[in-house]
């Protein structure tokens, strides 16, 4: 059922954006493991500018920390020679290294081309005395070499005159004449290169238009290429986590994690202490085994030297990552995630077909055991070379010899199943009350920048056995009062309009004590980020009031309630481009306002604990520069409730309901549901 829902989804996201074929989907998710090659003018300085070397920011933005002078850092066009870049030599080391696709920076920040174009004469070909494209040759070379040749796009540009000016964050605003500029160079790069896998958006700030526009334009002209999450405002066929991040579950949407082989950079740095390949490669490899068994792709980064030659520990560290995936390549290319909805210490999985693999990736279990909850399977056969099997009914027991941890390689071990295996279905519940609290969260990913994104919950799944079932209450507020939803239990899905139906007051707070109001910030940093422990809080006066800020800054306020029981209560929560609520530390609601809304109301529902209860929100802001806020009880608490009948008596044994909004504006933005209950109304048996 669980995967029924998955692969709905995915239609579903893929229908509601028009956009590329189901095979090239396919064949962009089973490749699984990418180069990222971050090469171009700043290859050249390796991080060192005027001697020195430049520690602040990622080397291939060294124009803007060290600074480098415009002009001079112009000048360096006109003898950048990279004699030795080979784009075959490249291509064949990802291919030793098991990588399906290639992506090459076309153009980086700097703005600078290292493909032929009629758009602006800083290019490669016609700015330095090689007279080379780069992009010709790495895309030819891909081709003999039977790889996907993706582009790598900034939404920036240092170099174009009538752009923004360069900032601290790089997520500027792309002014009318940038954005025709952006046009006429992509339209060259679809059209004179052959097939282009992927264009890999990078920064900038587009208008929901302006993304749209370029998205269109892309499959438009290439109705495969995969377009990248960070082109803006949910417009993308995969989405990108932030530099070196991976989502602790699997999404909802095709994503991937792009990583660099030290945090610290993507383009060559000719300082960076290199150390011990084997252990970098190991490094790698789990992290490849953690996106695959989350359901994602990898997309690695070497950063050839200026002469254009691939750093040697970056070369060893591919090859090593290459034969691993030699011997063990079938457990992750055209793999599933894994079918599980918890992690693991020992390490983690993923399945294909009626196998299920286990990687040794983690931690040696302390008694040597990993058990799997498996009910429905049988185990038809072990791998018998490394580990002892049992079932016990639905629990499968493997016994582990701590030879299998301390080997210097990752092992896979290779479980046969009596049929196909499916993704597991999420805990069941025995309450009677579904809501967001004892569901499975549906997770994606939504976003409008760089910063301004977030993983969204865009439905949720509950599972539930033996029970007679014709009628169930949908139990909402104000909030969520007009909105159309999709209720689907077990394979039936029912479109309701949660209306104002039968209006029920709720006591105010209910014998809870509230503290004063606190503030803290600012804080710097991506909607994404996890809440963290804060000791400097402030306290404030209004319960409604303003702050000066600056662009992706935020403040969290904080209220401490003491409840004489674990109960619910109303809140109003006033926020201006993003807003997250947390209880005890939980986050219990989280979604971007629309594009650029400055105030935004809105109802929640907050569950407490007996005793002392600590609720902080945060309140996000983009580019505004007052950040309006509220939080107070709510002045007239009222639920509604919506009675649905089924047309027939569910029975049997096990049962599952999943609820996402109708027709959302964007598959990925959050659904906003976390109010919403549903009682269900159990027939005695
Ligand atoms: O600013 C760029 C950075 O230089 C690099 O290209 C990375 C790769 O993901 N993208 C931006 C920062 O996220």
Redesign the pocket.
Known sequence: MKQFVFLLCLLLAHAAQAQTSDAAFRQWQDNKFSM?V?FGLYSELGGVWKGRPVTEG?S??IMAFAPVPKSEYEALATHFNPAHFNADSIAALAKRAGMRSVIL?GK??DGFCLFRTKTTGYNLHDASPCKRDLVKETAEACKRAGLNFGL?F?LIDWHYPYASPMSSH?ADFITPEHHEYTKAQLKELLANYGPVSELWF??GSNTPEQSKELYELVHRLQPSCMVSG?LGNDRYDFC?M??NRYPDATLQTPWQT?A?MFDET??YRSWQERKDADGKAKEKIRALINVASHGGNYLL?IGPNGQGNVVPFEREVLENIGKWLGRYGYAIYGSKPSPFNEDFNWGTATRNGKQLYLFLSGSYPKDGKITLHMPGYTLEKGDGKMAAYLQYGDEIVLTVPASAYKDSLIHVLTLDFDKEIMPLPAKETRSAVLSAHNATPLCSYSGID?YTNYKSTVGYVWNFNQILLKQLDLIYTLQEAGRSVDLTIDDTTYNLTLDEGKPQKMTPLPGTEWGELYLYGPEKGSFNDSPKEKKEWKKVAERNGTIACKPFESYWLMQEVESPRAQRIMVEIGAGNGVEVCVNGKSVMKHLNPYRCTFRKEQVILPLKKGSNRITIRLYNRFEDRLQYLFRPAETPVIYRKEVTLPEMLNGKSHTVTIRPHNPVSPHADAELSNLRIRLRRIAM
Do not use: P
């Open positions: 990222f971050h990622y291939e933005q920076t980086h920040h790598y900034s790089n990078d920064m960070r990108v932030e530099d792009c660099s993507w383009g980064n760089y």
